[in-house]
């Protein structure tokens, strides 16, 4: 009976944190996708304007984790430091994801402010939930095998509800501004609802889980934690580094099937979905390779997969119009190879830094994974903030005009194949070169549960 009772417990334990981040999943999948297309073929900015709105949305996004992280650290209830947080900032990013996707019947100059006004609000909602949720794993378990688990339970409801969101925008975005209205408010209900029962379900392991610390301490105070800490700044840099190769090959992906590969639009919109699904698988396959092998064996596997992946996208040509059945069949079967190799690889980025972070912040006597956490996520959102601006403002300059749609100049076509294929294979290869001086023993196998 009391075997029976623990495994539920755990069980319960791994699904109502899997919720925690099915929202905020569903939220940057379709986000990262389908915003950049929206701003340019929807909402009639231009591709520097996108780019401009795109870095906003990083920028204050990163700027507002300091604050929320030192908030939520002091924060003292009944239901813990994080669970407060989660539960009040579910449905106001609900409102906030809805309202992102409408399109207001101004001048253009207009649409951008409305659009900048609803940025902040959105990602200051999403920082508030998903900061102090991010903090937990360090928390409510001193296991890495535990730890290991939570995350992949994490990244397992993200990219699932990244997969629903996904396949909602199958179906809705081809009826233009309508649709997206629709994609924004049935989105919204979702992330609210996941977040709420998040709170719920956890609330009898979080009012146990281990308090951050209190003490107050200076932006100087916390550089010089963060430079003492050197697992801390490789877990960092490995996080920036795949993460930013993941994000630019996410914005342009779309731009790239259609344009560069030019695929219709059911091929196009259903490639996402592909790169869910082997995500997903990918998370189970690297967890189990990091449960046997380590998790830094776990990362250089990944990478290579990931390596091949882009070096096929390079290489892929456009869509053999009018060369029959059998060349349009291999075509395609090249395609998914490509897209699920990308998923499997690419799903490293999601699980192997948040499951080397723990391992980051027990190396500081303090543990304060708030702390932590939230300057791991504001170096990484400051880095892709910037590296979005410069992607939109380097598309224009190729040529890229939004108003031409799939009719591009050979500059933009170039440019948009490079940043699928080599930007992001430079970045994982010098994320690989920032591992290397890993502790071994944090690179061993974890203990199964």
């Not at 701003?39 to 700027?63: C, N, Q, R, Y």
């Not at 259903?270 to 390779?289: K, R, Y």
Request: glycine share 12%; with cysteine; aromatic share 12%.
């Amino acid at each position: 009976m009391g075997a029976t009772f623990a495994v539920r417990r755990q069980l319960r334990l791994y699904l109502a944190y899997g919720l925690g981040d099915a929202g905020t999943g569903l939220a940057a999948t379709l986000l990262g996708f389908y915003l950049f297309p929206f701003f340019t073929e929807v909402a009639g900015l231009s591709a520097g304007f996108a780019g401009a709105m795109l870095m906003v949305i990083k920028v204050w996004d990163a700027l507002s984790d300091p604050l929320i992280g030192w908030l939520s650290d002091r924060t003292r209830t009944a239901w813990g430091a994080r669970l407060p947080w989660i539960a009040g900032a579910a449905v106001p990013l609900g409102f906030c994801f809805a309202a992102i996707w409408w399109v207001p019947y101004e001048t253009p100059g207009q649409r951008l402010g409305y659009y900048s006004v609803t940025a902040v609000l959105l990602m200051t909602a999403y920082t508030a939930m998903n900061l102090p949720y991010a903090a937990l794993p360090s928390e409510l378990s001193s296991s890495a095998s535990v730890r290991t688990h939570l995350n992949a339970a994490r990244f397992t409801g993200s990219l699932i509800a990244g997969f629903l969101g996904l396949m909602m925008a199958f179906s809705l975005v081809r009826q233009g501004a309508v649709g997206y209205e629709r994609l924004g408010m049935l989105g919204g209900v979702l992330i609210a609802g996941s977040g709420l029962f998040c709170a719920l379900g956890l609330g009898p392991f979080a009012r146990h889980a281990l308090g951050p610390a209190t003490h107050l301490e200076t932006i100087r105070v916390q550089l010089r934690r963060i430079a003492g800490n050197g697992r801390f700044r490789m877990v960092l840099g490995l996080y920036l580094l795949l993460w930013y190769a993941l994000q630019l090959m996410q914005t342009v992906s779309l731009l790239f099937l259609r344009v560069v590969l030019h695929l219709g639009d059911n091929w196009a919109l259903a490639m996402p979905m592909v790169f869910q699904l082997s995500a997903i698988l990918g998370l189970w396959l690297w967890g189990q390779v990091a449960q046997r092998r380590g998790r830094i064996p776990a990362l250089r596997w990944g990478v290579a997969l990931w390596g091949i992946a882009l070096l096929l996208a390079l290489l892929l040509p456009p869509f053999p119009t009018g060369m029959g059945d059998v060349w349009q069949g291999l075509f395609l079967t090249l395609l998914v190879l490509t897209i699920v190799l990308l998923g499997l690889g690419g799903s490293t980025a999601f699980l192997i830094p948040w499951s080397l972070l723990p391992d980051a912040i027990d190396a500081d006597p303090d543990h304060p994974a708030g702390f932590y956490t939230a300057w791991m996520v504001l170096v990484q959102k400051l880095g892709i903030g910037l590296g979005i601006f410069v992607l939109g403002i380097v598309l224009e300059l190729s040529g890229y005009v939004a108003s031409q749609g799939v009719n591009q100049p050979a500059g933009a076509v170039v440019m948009i194949r490079l940043c699928i294929s080599v930007l992001p294979g430079t970045l994982i290869a010098l994320g690989l070169i920032v591992m290397r001086h890993w502790p071994r023993r944090s690179a061993q196998p974890v203990s199964a549960l």
